[in-house]
């Protein structure tokens, strides 16, 4: 009955197979059993938006999801945001970067990621969409100002196709 | 976490079912948004997880004519706060749910974690009893449908039994000349429970107030309405000294707790000034059509 599922994850576009515990957090196992330790976790209990990653594209708090129902899920961790072919980084890391977009750097990965998100869906944001789409992340050395210049810039960027 | 058996139904009767053989030692989950905080925290500690949040086609978002809109249980509440149909036609709920939480929050929770959890500052709770709503029940023996209103029996207390999933959120047309307004009260903008939610929905013809709707969240055990406040606008014109005493009526009725967000009195006295305001925008919007 208490036996650990034996599931596969789709990570960052590779199939991963692994054991979990049904209240395995994907947090979690992308961590301690993937090694994939881009992911922060920082509150663990949705408050923070540090361990946010996109399972389908969306941002999602993976501290608050259960691994065992992400099977047949695209996720996309801060480990697979740069190029695969490339390793070119994407254009939000570079602008993160060139501009220090983080000081501690523990709030990076999600704030990436949920920026990501923001720009796939809107080419060229204005400050205020760019500062809805990160109330979700916190940042305790409180970067937001130059974290929302960083997003903007990757937004030129972006449209510039540099 | 502990050990938990683990279960996957296809459908909501299978959930059900599942519900009815392990009844309180089980707990379902959809987003997880709560459930696993609490679960975190050892404030429950369920032997079973029922999780329905992949059972297919139980997320839609319908309108119809005659009927009005139906939400399904799974809908998660950014689907709610981005369908162009409930901006358009329901636009009180679109705001309500545009509050809640954060963007990652909005992308896992669902309608119906959100009222079955029964947080007495429910952020779709104040909208839907407004907009007349309903919840349909399943359980094992068939189904009901409830209030919204009369759906909440205290702080995370519901009329659900534990063999019974809320299926479906139905909400009626709005009347002509009908305006909706919901104002969540904070802190900050993004993750933070209400200090004050109130809703409104009235309808204004040829001046005259009539169908007046009030609803407090955060300041009494369950969302509530403010009935006596409702009664004496109704069939009047809407005057500022009017709106004044209805808004502090609907103060008196508020039976709020002071806590770590804000202090009872303070949250009295917004319940007052939140109701004149949220009024007279929901008059301006019948104004504007």
């Given at each position: 009955m208490y036996e650990p599922m034996l599931i596969t994850l789709t990570v960052n576009r590779e199939e991963h197979e692994v054991k979990v515990w049904p209240t395995d957090t994907l947090a979690d196992v992308l961590r301690e059993k993937l090694g994939l330790t881009g992911t922060k976790i920082m509150c663990n209990e949705g408050e923070c938006g540090s361990c946010t990653i996109l399972i389908d594209g969306k941002?999602?708090?993976?501290?608050?999801?259960?691994?065992?129902?992400?099977?047949?899920?695209?996720?996309?961790?801060?480990?697979?945001?740069?190029?695969?072919?490339?390793?070119e980084l994407h254009p939000i890391q570079k602008a993160f970067v060139e501009r220090s977009g983080m000081q501690c750097?523990?709030?990076?990965?999600?704030?990436?990621?949920?920026?990501?998100?923001l720009l796939d869906k809107t080419r060229s944001p204005t400050e205020d969409e760019v500062r809805d789409a990160l109330a979700g992340n916190l940042c305790r050395c409180g970067n937001y100002k130059r974290i929302t210049e960083c997003v903007l810039a990757a937004a030129r960027m972006m449209q510039e196709g540099t | 976490m502990d050990a938990v058996e683990y279960f996957t139904p296809r459908t909501m009767e299978e959930a059900c079912s599942l519900l009815s053989q392990y009844k309180e030692q089980a707990k379902v989950i959809a987003g997880g948004t709560d459930l696993l905080v609490w679960m975190k925290h050892g404030e429950i500690l369920p032997k079973y997880?029922?999780?329905?949040?992949?059972?297919?086609?139980?997320?839609?978002?319908?309108?119809?004519?005659?009927?009005?809109?139906?939400?399904?249980?799974?809908?998660?509440?950014?689907?709610?706060?981005?369908?162009?149909?409930?901006?358009?036609?329901?636009?009180i709920l679109a705001q309500a749910a545009s509050k809640l939480g954060t963007g990652q929050i909005r992308n896992q929770a669902t309608i119906a974690g959100n009222l079955c959890n029964a947080s007495p500052s429910a952020e779709l709770a104040p909208a839907l009893i407004v907009l007349g709503a309903k919840v349909r029940i399943l359980g094992t023996a068939g189904e009901r449908v409830v209030l919204i209103e009369d759906f909440f029996t205290g702080p995370g207390q519901t009329v659900l039994k534990p063999n019974e999933i809320l299926v479906e959120i139905q909400v009626p047309n709005l009347l002509p000349r009908s305006g909706g307004v919901y104002i969540k009260h904070t802190i900050r903008k993004a993750m933070d429970l209400a200090i004050v939610g109130v809703g409104i929905m009235i309808t204004v013809d040829r001046d005259i107030l009539s169908n007046v709707r009030i609803a407090l969240g955060a300041v009494a055990p369950t969302p509530i309405r403010a009935r006596k406040a409702e009664k004496i606008l109704t069939g009047k014109r809407l005057e500022d000294d009017l709106l004044e005493k209805a808004a502090l009526i609907a103060s008196e009725e508020s039976?709020?707790?002071?806590d770590v967000r804000s202090s009872a009195d303070y949250r009295k006295k917004m319940v007052k000034v939140l109701v004149a305001r949220a009024i007279k925008q929901a008059a301006e919007q019948v104004q504007a059509g």
């Amino acid at each position: 009955m208490y036996e650990p599922m034996l599931i596969t994850l789709t990570v960052n576009r590779e199939e991963h197979e692994v054991k979990v515990w049904p209240t395995d957090t994907l947090a979690d196992v992308l961590r301690e059993k993937l090694g994939l330790t881009g992911t922060k976790i920082m509150c663990n209990e949705g408050e923070c938006g540090s361990c946010t990653i996109l399972i389908d594209g969306k941002p999602t708090l993976s501290c608050l999801t259960l691994a065992i129902e992400c099977e047949g899920k695209d996720i996309l961790t801060i480990e697979g945001l740069a190029d695969p072919e490339t390793g070119e980084l994407h254009p939000i890391q570079k602008a993160f970067v060139e501009r220090s977009g983080m000081q501690c750097g523990i709030c990076t990965p999600g704030m990436l990621l949920t920026a990501k998100a923001l720009l796939d869906k809107t080419r060229s944001p204005t400050e205020d969409e760019v500062r809805d789409a990160l109330a979700g992340n916190l940042c305790r050395c409180g970067n937001y100002k130059r974290i929302t210049e960083c997003v903007l810039a990757a937004a030129r960027m972006m449209q510039e196709g540099t | 976490m502990d050990a938990v058996e683990y279960f996957t139904p296809r459908t909501m009767e299978e959930a059900c079912s599942l519900l009815s053989q392990y009844k309180e030692q089980a707990k379902v989950i959809a987003g997880g948004t709560d459930l696993l905080v609490w679960m975190k925290h050892g404030e429950i500690l369920p032997k079973y997880i029922i999780n329905i949040r992949d059972i297919p086609n139980e997320g839609y978002i319908v309108y119809d004519d005659k009927v009005g809109l139906s939400i399904g249980a799974l809908a998660t509440i950014h689907s709610i706060e981005a369908a162009s149909l409930i901006q358009e036609k329901f636009n009180i709920l679109a705001q309500a749910a545009s509050k809640l939480g954060t963007g990652q929050i909005r992308n896992q929770a669902t309608i119906a974690g959100n009222l079955c959890n029964a947080s007495p500052s429910a952020e779709l709770a104040p909208a839907l009893i407004v907009l007349g709503a309903k919840v349909r029940i399943l359980g094992t023996a068939g189904e009901r449908v409830v209030l919204i209103e009369d759906f909440f029996t205290g702080p995370g207390q519901t009329v659900l039994k534990p063999n019974e999933i809320l299926v479906e959120i139905q909400v009626p047309n709005l009347l002509p000349r009908s305006g909706g307004v919901y104002i969540k009260h904070t802190i900050r903008k993004a993750m933070d429970l209400a200090i004050v939610g109130v809703g409104i929905m009235i309808t204004v013809d040829r001046d005259i107030l009539s169908n007046v709707r009030i609803a407090l969240g955060a300041v009494a055990p369950t969302p509530i309405r403010a009935r006596k406040a409702e009664k004496i606008l109704t069939g009047k014109r809407l005057e500022d000294d009017l709106l004044e005493k209805a808004a502090l009526i609907a103060s008196e009725e508020s039976s709020p707790i002071s806590d770590v967000r804000s202090s009872a009195d303070y949250r009295k006295k917004m319940v007052k000034v939140l109701v004149a305001r949220a009024i007279k925008q929901a008059a301006e919007q019948v104004q504007a059509g």
